[in-house]
Every structure is written in structure tokens, then in C-alpha cells.
């Protein structure tokens, strides 16, 4: 696997992502793995979340290289996405992955029974922060 790329996470996401975590049960693998993605990334109030960052209800268009599939999907915590049409947990390894990457960034992520996704943030379509909602 190479470097994975720096990440930038909204303050209030991380908190909201860190009481998601120590409340996860069953299979830990990806609770951790999200974790150990806060612990690295940097850590920045709302409003100085650059536009080109995914966060929490960001929508996303990428590309799985390993796979060559393009989607968009839009980056949610696990109660909103019954409601969420394009909707992508942050709690799936796909979601785990997106958080804190820039558009144009890579990252080579492991799914589920060890194949890795090599993921490509070609464009975020809509951002809260950039929109002026800094607490969605």
C-alpha cells in the first residue's frame, strides 16, 4: 500500500465520529480503522474546512481505479442513510475511506476480505461547509 494522502476533519465531525466509534459493536475492523484516520488527520473548526475537503454529508464523485467504477455518493452517519438516496455510511469501509480527502487525492483502502479499493476523489459536488452550514 502507499502513503495514504493528509486529511482535514471538521471538529464537530470528528467528536460526532468519536462517540460513533466507542459505541460500535460487532465487527470492529471498520470503527477502527476510522479511528486511526482521526488520530492522523488534522483537525479544524467548520469554517475552515477548505472547499475542496470531504466531510460529513459532503457529496462525492469518485472513481474505484481497482474496479474502474465511477460514483457519487453522499458521505452519512449510519441513522441518515435510509433517507439518503446516494448515501454512503461513514461506517462502511467505501465511507471510511472519503473522509478528509481532497479532490484529487488517492487512496488505496481495504474492503471487506482484504481486496483493496484505490479511490480517486475527482470532484466534490456539494459540501455543507461550503454551502454555510457549518453544524449540519
Do not use: C
Amino acid at each position: 500500500m502507499t502513503q495514504r494522502p493528509p486529511l482535514i476533519i471538521n471538529r464537530l465531525d470528528a467528536e460526532r465520529l468519536q462517540r460513533l466509534i466507542d459505541e460500535a459493536s460487532g465487527d470492529r475492523d471498520v470503527a477502527e480503522a476510522l479511528e486511526a484516520e482521526l488520530l492522523r488527520g488534522e483537525v479544524v473548526d467548520p469554517q475552515e474546512i477548505p472547499e475542496d475537503v470531504v466531510s460529513m454529508n459532503s457529496q462525492v464523485l469518485f472513481t474505484d481505479l481497482a474496479r474502474r467504477r465511477r460514483s457519487i455518493r453522499t458521505l452519512v452517519y449510519p441513522r441518515a442513510l435510509p433517507e439518503t438516496e446516494d448515501g454512503v455510511s461513514v461506517m462502511a469501509p467505501v465511507g471510511a475511506a472519503l473522509l478528509g480527502l481532497r479532490v484529487g487525492d488517492v487512496i488505496d483502502w481495504p474492503l471487506p476480505g482484504g481486496e483493496p479499493a484505490r479511490l480517486h476523489i475527482e470532484a466534490l459536488l456539494w459540501q455543507p461547509e461550503r454551502a454555510g452550514q457549518f453544524h449540519r
